[in-house]
């Protein structure tokens, strides 16, 4: 099994920065590549970003290419989504999840952080 746990979510204004992270434990050796996910209050949970474990492969949803970076520190097993330029629809709550390499499927999940953008 695979433990993942987020950390860094808050209360933020219009314009801030914030870093969330996640750190996974367990069989993290069956996965090649993390990602986030992020679901607002009434809406589907949707692809932020995700990053390769090997070659740090990256890719955005639309809605934050420039603002959002993943990386990861694998000395750590440590994923990371620094968010610059937060906006009032950044809101929701932020979840890190492992790609399976035999599933190639994001088959993990952590509880989840929430971050909040109003003014």
């Known amino acids: 099994q695979v433990q993942l746990v987020e950390s860094g979510g808050g209360l933020m204004q219009p314009g801030d920065s914030l870093r969330l992270s996640c750190a996974a434990s367990?069989?993290?050796?069956?996965?090649?590549?993390m990602g986030w996910f992020r679901q607002a209050p009434g809406k589907d949970r949707e692809f932020v970003a995700s990053?390769?474990?090997?070659?740090?492969?990256?890719a955005y949803a639309d809605s934050v290419k420039g603002r959002f970076t993943i990386s990861r520190d694998n000395a750590k097993n440590t994923v990371y989504l620094q968010m610059n330029n937060l906006k009032p629809e950044d809101t929701a709550v932020y979840y890190c999840?492992?790609?399976?390499?035999?599933?190639?499927?994001?088959?993990?999940w952590g509880q989840g952080t929430q971050v909040t953008v109003s003014s």
């Open positions: 999840a492992r790609r399976g390499v035999a599933t190639a499927m994001y088959d993990a």
């Open positions: 367990g069989r993290t050796f069956s996965s090649d590549a």
């Open positions: 990053i390769t474990w090997g070659r740090g492969f990256t």
